[in-house]
């Protein structure tokens, strides 16, 4: 492939309307076709019929009829998901649509945080304060969980410890009849995937005992992670097929007397928790401790950019931070791909467009889907392409734990690693190149700034991102992401692109409104 083509940018022609501007690409070397690459630079959702226009000139006057979209994903494929040996229907799976949660604890943090005077920036934290969190199996005690997580109602409910080790506690809330463990094997297991995954994440990812804290309406750091099961928003169901395998809630990392300063009357645990739902993890193990690595990560995430450092990173960075995390301990956690954010990345095959910047806080796209989903797909199919291409656990520790947040975090692993791919060199760049894991796919490019590496571990070999190639197959056809023909016009979400595509051309003009960060680039082939 090469880059070949003569691109001309100028004005329109037209010196009345200002706005306009236009991109032009003459096939000089009689390229058999080419693959475009329309970008919105900008962090706010474009429609359709804003991301500007294509006026193609073909070698064949005669025949100017378009090619047609050389790729599509089956709907059917990317309908379906596993759980529990069970075909179901995706977008009934899997929504963990925490956005509510993290509104209310971003409120929270500028509240209590951003609009108090309670700093005591690098006051160090005595080791002996640290919470123990030391109790016999068997004890029990209250905790406050959310009891809907549309309106943020908490309640108190009685837990019995049902396991423990050095790392953490395993507690039940018995209050979900579609669940009936017969014993205490599962609560156990718990624990003991909670300490394969502990070491590793806390040394890439930060760890949750800070020594210092940026405001004293923050808890001290606790010995052990205290893991809550119960049935998340109360609806468990014998069919029940989606809904919330986990959660984070960062009011518990505030004291009492935080929350008191609050007009929403949120509930504090006073110690570093997450969540888990007794009926999936009765149904769906595997997904459930794949939850458990990611929930984690949001509890590391909130230590290690809230409360040591005082920021708030949005969420598409946090949910990009703990798929990461779930991608690179899957292999430890003995998970299928199904049961791992690789099973979202067909819906980022079908929707890159969306992005993932601005979509997290839109409306439906489409009401056949959830939108959510697609959030999710396309987060998790960015963050997979930035740790393979810009410095493997280099990046990601430096990402997860430096005083920086969202694009600027990017920047700085970015800049901080030495050994990233020499086209990228902050976060603009990183979308400009993004398209080449797609782009890979039908050049068949395996080697080059794609998904497909494998990166090991050094401190541990069953700690590794593993190579992924964007091709899915049914028992009749292969199917790769979307392309689409060159005058093709799709919605684009903020920091987004669309891939189209053309042969035997003479000349290519893409006209858009100036006032659009959009860009354009061009990947052409031989005959």
């Not at 004005?11 to 009689?30: H, P, R, S």
């Not at 009765?282 to 690595?293: F, G, P």
């Not at 931070?321 to 079908?350: A, H, V, W, Y």
């Not at 005058?487 to 000349?507: P, R």
Request: aromatic fraction near 14%; charge should be negative.
């Amino acid at each position: 492939c090469s880059n070949g083509n003569e691109t001309v940018e100028s004005g329109n022609g037209n010196e009345t309307d200002e706005t306009k501007k236009k991109i032009e690409i003459q096939n000089t070397d009689n390229y058999k076709g080419i693959f475009v690459v329309k970008y919105n630079y900008s962090d706010n959702f474009l429609p359709a019929k804003e991301t500007g226009n294509f006026i193609v000139k073909k070698n064949n006057v005669s025949n100017n009829v378009l090619s047609s979209n050389i790729s599509q994903m089956n709907n059917d494929y990317i309908k379906y998901f596993t759980l529990n040996g069970k075909s179901i229907d995706l977008k009934d799976c899997l929504i963990n649509d925490t956005s509510k949660i993290d509104k209310a604890c971003s409120e929270l943090f500028n509240n209590i945080v951003k609009n108090t005077s309670r700093s005591v920036e690098n006051t160090s934290i005595p080791v002996n304060s640290i919470k123990p969190e030391e109790y016999e199996i068997g004890e029990k005690k209250y905790f406050y969980v959310i009891k809907s997580v549309a309106d943020l109602k908490s309640e108190l409910k009685e837990a019995t410890l049902k396991a423990c080790n050095d790392v953490c506690n395993v507690w039940f809330v018995d209050d979900c009849e579609n669940v009936n463990f017969t014993d205490d094997s599962i609560f156990k297991n718990v624990a003991e995937k909670f300490k394969i995954i502990y070491e590793p994440e806390i040394e890439i990812m930060g760890d949750h005992k800070y020594s210092e804290k940026c405001n004293s309406y923050f808890i001290d750091p606790c010995q052990k992670i205290n893991i809550i099961i119960y049935d998340i928003d109360y609806d468990s169901d014998p069919e029940q097929k989606g809904g919330f395998f986990g959660l984070f809630y960062g009011a518990d990392m505030y004291t009492e007397e935080a929350l008191n300063q609050n007009p929403h009357n949120q509930k504090t645990n006073e110690t570093q928790c997450i969540y888990l739902d007794s009926f999936f993890l009765s149904i769906a193990e595997k997904q459930v401790y794949s939850t458990l690595a990611h929930e984690f990560n949001h509890l590391l995430t909130f230590c290690n950019k809230t409360v040591l450092y005082g920021k708030n990173p949005e969420t598409w960075f946090k949910e990009m931070l703990s798929m990461i995390t779930e991608d690179m301990l899957q292999n430890l956690l003995g998970i299928e791909d199904d049961s791992s954010p690789k099973g979202r990345l067909p819906m980022f095959c079908q929707y890159y467009n969306y992005g993932f910047l601005d979509s997290w806080n839109r409306n439906k796209v489409d009401d056949s889907l959830e939108d959510t989903l697609i959030n999710y797909a396309n987060t998790y199919a960015y963050g997979a392409y930035l740790v393979r291409n810009c410095g493997g656990f280099d990046f990601l520790k430096r990402l997860a734990t430096s005083n920086c947040i969202n694009d600027a975090a990017i920047d700085d692993a970015i800049s901080f690693c030495k050994d990233s791919n020499e086209d990228i060199s902050n976060f603009k760049s990183s979308i400009k190149f993004f398209p080449e894991i797609i782009l890979d796919v039908y050049f068949k490019n395996w080697d080059h700034s794609s998904l497909n590496k494998k990166i090991i571990y050094e401190k541990n070999d069953d700690v590794y991102f593993d190579a992924i190639k964007l091709i899915y197959s049914d028992s009749n056809n292969t199917y790769g992401p979307n392309i689409y023909r060159i005058d093709y016009q799709l919605d684009l979400g903020g920091q987004s692109f669309s891939i189209h595509h053309v042969e035997n051309y003479e000349s290519i003009i893409f006209e858009y409104n100036k006032n659009n960060n959009m860009d354009l680039s061009a990947v052409t082939y031989y005959n």
